[in-house]
C-alpha cells in the first residue's frame, strides 16, 4: 500500500500515514475557520495506529477541553486536529498532503456555521454537525 506523505510550510514537521482515512470531509465550524484563517478547512480522520511524525514533533495548543491542535514551531503552519471525541484517530489537513490535488472529500461538517460569502457548489452532502466524523 503506498504511504501518503505530508509537511509544514517550511518542511519541519512531516508526517506520513499508509492505508485508507476513515473519513474526508470539509469542516465549516469557527474554531477550524479561526485556527486557519479561512473559510473552512479539509480534513482527514486518520487511525492512530497508521500514521507518524517523521520530521520534526509539532508543538500543540490546547484550544478547548479535550481538543489539541497541532502546529508548526518553526513556520506556524496547522498540521493536525485530535480531539478525546474521537480518541482512536488524528484529523490532518488535505492541503498539508505532498499530492493534494489526489484528495476528494466526501461531505461538509458543520455545514450550519459555514459563512455566507461562502459559496459552496459541489454536490456533497451536508450536515450541521460532524457528520460521518
Not at 7 to 25: I, Q
Not at 33 to 40: G, I
Not at 65 to 75: E, I, L, T
Request: aromatic fraction near 16%; charge should be neutral.
Amino acid at each position: 500500500m503506498t504511504k501518503k506523505r505530508g509537511h509544514c510550510l517550511c518542511g519541519k514537521v512531516t508526517f506520513e500515514y499508509e492505508g485508507p482515512e476513515n473519513w474526508r470531509a470539509h469542516c465549516h465550524c469557527e474554531s477550524c475557520r479561526r485556527n486557519t484563517s479561512s473559510a473552512f478547512t479539509t480534513f482527514m480522520g486518520v487511525p492512530n495506529t497508521a500514521y507518524r511524525f517523521t520530521g520534526a514533533e509539532p508543538a500543540v495548543y490546547v484550544s478547548s477541553p479535550g481538543v489539541r491542535r497541532f502546529f508548526c514551531a518553526n513556520c506556524g503552519t496547522p498540521m493536525a486536529y485530535e480531539t478525546d471525541k474521537y480518541p482512536k484517530e488524528i484529523h490532518f489537513y488535505a492541503a498539508s498532503l505532498e499530492k493534494p490535488e489526489d484528495f476528494k472529500p466526501a461531505f461538509h461538517a458543520y455545514y450550519a456555521e459555514r459563512l455566507s460569502w461562502a459559496d459552496i457548489n459541489d454536490r456533497l452532502p451536508r450536515f450541521d454537525h460532524g457528520g460521518d466524523a
